[in-house]
């Protein structure tokens, strides 16, 4: 049974670019969460989707990000027109919806230069 | 505003050393706790708290809550190198959505 899956592992974009970060659950989970993690900081929490709702977007930027999880395929984080302060450490988690825990996936390195 | 502190901020400790990590919180509605392990990849989930005063267990690790003075610990009994790494707590908030809130974690290193 494979664990969350997320790619790419490693993004390099120019200011400016889009970045497009991709998230499959745990099969049989129908959670998602988004959260960004800067260098020596935790988790901050950024978006909760199930399958093509948002349930929660508090701790997303209401500008240039934006998220999604279809019907059918991956959740997409996506952040347009990135800046230097984008960079960052993007984790995935997901849930059953059932119990609280959540698995999170290897994560996506994002630079911006 | 919900927060959750953890303390110390980082520990180095020698092998065989017993160690003893705090998280505290404050959150209106809460639901439980969660302590994870992050080495240099993904948070690894450890336990999950719910009840006041039931010991969760797992080989040298454990962790207790106490949902009266508001906190959990993580001991780690006999540290070895394989430890070292950056514990996270996360409180639930059943307030409208199950909103996650994280510490900024410690980071603990143990020597040989």
């Known amino acids: 049974n494979a664990g969350v899956m997320q790619n790419p592992r490693h993004l390099v974009r120019r200011r400016g670019q889009e970045a497009r970060l991709r998230c499959s659950p745990m099969k049989g989970h129908s959670h998602v969460y988004w959260y960004r993690q800067l260098p020596e900081e935790g988790l901050k929490f950024m978006v909760y989707?199930?399958?093509?709702?948002?349930?929660?977007e508090s701790g997303m930027p209401k500008e240039r990000f934006s998220a999604e999880f279809p019907k059918e395929g991956p959740s997409i984080l996506r952040i347009q027109q990135v800046v230097r302060g984008d960079s960052a450490a993007y984790f995935c988690a997901s849930s059953d919806g059932e119990t609280d825990t959540q698995y999170f996936g290897p994560g996506t390195r994002l630079t911006v230069l | 505003e919900d927060k959750v502190v953890q303390s110390p901020l980082s520990l180095v400790v020698h092998e065989g050393d017993t160690v003893t990590l705090n998280c505290s919180y404050e959150v209106t509605n809460f639901r439980s706790l969660l302590w994870y392990k992050q080495e240099k990849k993904a948070p690894t989930f450890l336990f999950m708290l719910?009840?006041?005063?039931i010991e969760k267990k797992s080989g040298r690790l454990s962790s207790i809550l106490d949902k009266k003075e508001l906190f959990s610990i993580l001991n780690i009994t006999a540290t070895q190198t394989g430890d070292s790494a950056v514990y996270l707590c996360?409180?639930?908030?059943?307030?409208?959505?199950?909103?996650?809130?994280f510490g900024t974690g410690t980071r603990l290193k143990v020597l040989a």
């Open positions: 989707l199930q399958k093509e709702n948002i349930i929660d």
């Open positions: 996360a409180v639930v908030n059943l307030s409208g959505t199950y909103k996650y809130i």
């Open positions: 719910t009840s006041s005063g």
